[in-house]
């Protein structure tokens, strides 16, 4: 368990900050590097050369202190509800601006599992968002839909989930289910109408009518469930509130601490802010 005692023994100023960042994306030359003192780059003594460690990081052209930045990477990673914009801000002493970027740079790299999923899935949605009053009368609308849905795609093997904002309740989860799902598995899901083709595109569907029990036998969508319970908190209890826009952002945020519940998140966290964000959907199923 990687504690504060232990984050404040590591990196105690920005240069040793700059030293873990240099580590870990192993950085070398023909010489001994050197670092500068006014700016985070570092000089070969043989040829030098100057390297900027920061360069394709989410540090990259941020004047706020890097013992800032990781202070806030250990918040999000040793909470479990998730830390808003608000407490960022006091905590780091920076803007509420300053403190919304950073949170949101860090949720970029929190992404869920990239790889499709394979052998027995669970599959539900959820409406995040307001009082069930709300809820347009023709669910199928996007036009008319006030609130807004999440589709959770989970791996009863490994217990990795991952959630999709997802524009309607149509034929279109079909599509996002073929991207994330190979063909040939098992899926369980509720007996949503969108969820009756998925057999002729090869996967061997079990499906349970919420309406009168939740578990018959091995056909369930429980594992989903608990997901879903731990984000609608989050976002109620800590959040507030959610724009749709930044909807994808948040529930990747929740589902990274959901499937590393069990390991050390700050180091993994830390080693994927060093890297290019992916992907996370194919360009023909992204929507605004």
Known sequence: ?????????????????????????????????????????????KCKKQYSPLVGTIFERSTTPLTSWFYAIYLMT???????????????????????????????????PVERFRGKVEIDETFVGGKSANRASK??????QKKQIVLGIMSRDDKQIKPIHVPNLSWTLTNFIRTQVKPFSTLFTDQLLSY?????????????????RFVKGN?????????????????????????????????????YRYNHRDKDMFPLLLKNCLEKPQEELPPDLRFD
């Not at 504060?4 to 580590?23: G, T």
């Not at 905590?91 to 949101?104: E, F, M």
């Open 219 to 255: 056909v369930h969508t429980q594992n989903v469930e608990n997901f879903w319970s731990h984000l609608k908190r989050g976002i109620t209890g800590v959040y507030r509130s959610v724009s749709s826009k930044h909807l994808q952002a948040y529930a990747n945020e929740f589902a």
């Open 139 to 144: 669910w199928y609308s996007r036009a008319k």
């Open 78 to 112: 040793s909470t479990k509800h998730g830390v808003p914009a608000a407490e960022l801000q006091r905590q780091l002493g920076v803007t509420y601006k300053c403190a919304w970027r950073i949170g949101h740079k860090i949720r970029e790299v929190m992404m869920p």
């Open 196 to 212: 009756k083709s998925l057999p002729k595109f090869g996967y061997r569907h079990y499906s349970i009518n919420h309406k009168y």
């Open 1 to 45: 368990m990687f504690t504060f005692k232990d984050f404040l023994s590591k990196y105690p100023d920005d240069k040793a900050c700059l030293r873990d960042i240099v580590r870990r994306k192993g950085l070398r030359c023909c010489g001994k590097l050197y670092y500068l003192k006014k700016r985070p780059v570092v000089l070969c003594s």
